[in-house]
């Protein structure tokens, strides 16, 4: 089975732009997380997605936005990008919303604001 | 909320000798905990994880972490690295039964040393 799929791999964009990112979870995983991990750190939690709905969100400002579609894929908007947005962006798929399950990431998206 | 400590930023060891990388953590309620491997330029794998039951954990290329409760420690540990070891390892905690968003530390970079 594919693992989770992430598009596209590398995005160069300017201050005040919008950037959408996409992620395709493992088949039959239905939870869908988003992390930030800006250079030197851990990835931060911004949300997590479980049946289309919102089920978490980190300490993001609303410029951060998700939805998750009826396939379970899932896109992160960023809009109004500051510099401090650069970070590659992971998405992790989960068989659940909660409970002893690990999440399983992708390679990543990374994202330089120029 | 549940937050990680790693307190070795940096490690450089010999090729052959063992390893031990430092995680310890804070949560009002109990966790599962995972250690996952990043190596550049890609995604986090999942090295091993502790949902319940024995606090010595196995898990993938030989690594092993031992729960500890009462010190609210993770500390993942190698007998013999090699040199394809060398990565960023990450501690990574989530709240039983309130939803799997990962908590990470800000990782500790193993370097290993022909």
């Known amino acids: 089975d594919a693992g989770v799929t992430q598009s596209p791999t590398h995005l160069i964009k300017t201050r005040g732009q919008h950037v959408t990112l996409r992620c395709s979870p493992i088949?039959?995983?239905?939870?869908v997380s988003w992390y930030q991990q800006v250079l030197g750190q851990g990835p931060q939690f911004i949300f997590q997605?479980?049946?289309?709905?919102?089920?978490g969100r980190g300490n993001f400002p609303d410029r951060f936005s998700a939805r998750q579609f009826p396939n379970y894929s899932s896109e992160l908007n960023v809009n109004a990008l500051l510099l401090g947005d650069s970070a590659l962006y992971l998405c992790?798929?989960?068989?659940?919303?909660?409970?002893?399950?690990?999440?399983?990431f992708g390679p990543g998206t990374r994202l330089t604001v120029t | 909320a549940q937050s990680v400590t790693q307190l070795d930023s940096q490690v450089p060891v010999f090729e052959e000798a063992p390893v031990e990388l430092r995680c310890n953590y804070s949560?009002?309620?109990?966790?599962?905990l995972f250690w996952y491997v990043q190596y550049p330029n890609q995604g986090l794998q999942l090295l091993l994880k502790?949902?319940?039951?024995?606090?010595l954990v196995k898990g993938i290329n030989g690594f092993e972490a031992e729960f500890n409760k009462s010190q609210t420690s993770f500390h993942l540990r190698k007998p013999s690295v090699h040199i394809s070891d060398t990565a960023e390892y990450f501690c990574?905690?989530?709240?039983?039964?309130?939803?799997?968003?990962?908590?990470f530390g800000t990782g500790t970079s193993l370097t290993v040393i022909p």
């Open positions: 997605y479980y049946e289309k709905e919102e089920r």
């Open positions: 949560s009002s309620v109990s966790v599962y």
């Open positions: 502790y949902l319940s039951g024995s606090t």
């Open positions: 990574a905690v989530s709240a039983r039964n309130t939803g799997n968003q990962f908590y």
């Open positions: 088949s039959g995983h239905k939870s």
């Open positions: 992790a798929s989960s068989l659940a919303v909660s409970g002893p399950y690990e999440q399983y």
